[in-house]
């Protein structure tokens, strides 16, 4: 099975605070796997430089096989990835419809020209977007209306809106980042479908969370950091009998179960 994402000896470092040291790692086709760890494990800075809102100080990453390394954002989004964020990163006064479709801008075909003067193109790229919102709040389950300013939706719906429109973007690569916060136990359940859903789509999905029940249930491969590095790797028993992961949660006098509750 190819790789879509290769990262090799990864490293940030924010003044002499090294984020991400030597991080390595690789995702596969229709491959779900969590990255875990402490607050401040660096986590989101390995996220961020795999998407290019960092820079990294060395190392490399390759999607799909090509260098993506301290490339644009927009660059890497055309190259198959796509990402959500901790903080949901919505337009809060456009439409649940409108946030979706904005997702679709890589792909549509128009100018600004098209636009100006509503051209035959325009109109059917617009109506194509609107097909494809529609389309993708079906497919993650989202009931409400689509014509309300997402502003006015709960926060579990709004979650559900970024990652349709993530979805929109036909990635190969989705990148979530801690999807299940703030969510209660049936929409963490309904998550976990999803979460399957998308990757018999064929899209791979590398994920950061804190729930561990969540990500006991779900993966089937687990990477654990710590102070910036990889600290265990493996399959969550392994994981989760892991001394060093025990011990980066609960303590090095503390032999409860991580799948016990949240870390």
Sequence with gaps: MSAVLEVKDLQ???GGVKAVDG???SAHEREIIAVIGPNGAGKTS???CITGFYRP???SVRIKGVDTTGKRPADIAAAGVTRTFQNLRLFPDLTVLDNVRAGMHLYGGQNWADAIFHTPRFKRSEAMYTEEAHHWLDFVGFEGARGVPVRNLSYGQQKRVEIARALARKAELLLLDEPAAGLNYSEKQQLLV???RIRDLGTSIVLI???MVLVMELFERIIV???GREIAAGTPAEVEADPA???AYLGKDDTAVLGNGDA
Excluded: Q
Aim: charged letters at 20%; glycine letters at 4%; hydrophobic letters at 50%.
């Design 23 to 25: 991080l390595s790692f």
């Design 46 to 48: 390995a996220f961020n």
């Design 194 to 196: 999803l979460c399957r």
């Design 57 to 59: 100080t060395s190392g």
């Design 245 to 247: 992961v025990i011990e």
């Design 225 to 227: 950091m710590d102070f």
């Design 209 to 211: 969370e804190h729930d």
């Design 12 to 14: 940030i470092a924010f």
